[in-house]
């Protein structure tokens, strides 16, 4: 599949066919393991509305970084990348996910969950560089750079609205 070669940086965005119904069906996937994975931290309320905004917000920051570039034709097979490489590691976040729910902030068994779930990060951070390195014809360097600001972004915009104390 190529999504999962794009996680493992065989396969870059522009290898992807340019197809409305698999840039829909990614980004509906995305949506409900995001979903899934927010309803784990949140209330089911929250996690929707959570789930949708994280799946917008990947579209938008995607679409506003080619616009800059004047590259907005690559944005369908950008972030089909983005959401196809999202379902991959979502997929292995799940169980992940449950695992360290199952563990109190005390007990010393949350470091190896936790561990993991850094691994992941780390990966999707890779992963999200190489495709935007490639959708904006950078280098390795600049795409680790932008995709670490879109991580930024993307998680502090979500801690705002969603994990602040009310």
Known sequence: MMFFDICRLRVAPQDLPTS?????????????LALVLAWIQMTPGKAVIAAVFDTLLMGLLSYVLLWA??????WPQTCT???????ILQVLALPITLWHKQFGPEDSMVLVPSLLILVLLFWNLVVVG????HALSTNLGMGAVL????????????????????
């Open 20 to 32: 409305r119904p698999l840039l829909i069906y990614s980004l509906a996937i995305y949506a409900v």
């Open 69 to 74: 570039r004047l590259m907005p034709q690559r």
């Open 81 to 87: 990348a983005l959401a196809g490489s999202g379902i």
């Open 130 to 133: 190489h495709i935007l390195r």
């Open 147 to 166: 995709a670490t600001v879109y991580m930024y972004v993307s998680l502090g915009v979500m801690k705002v609205l969603f994990f602040s104390a009310a």
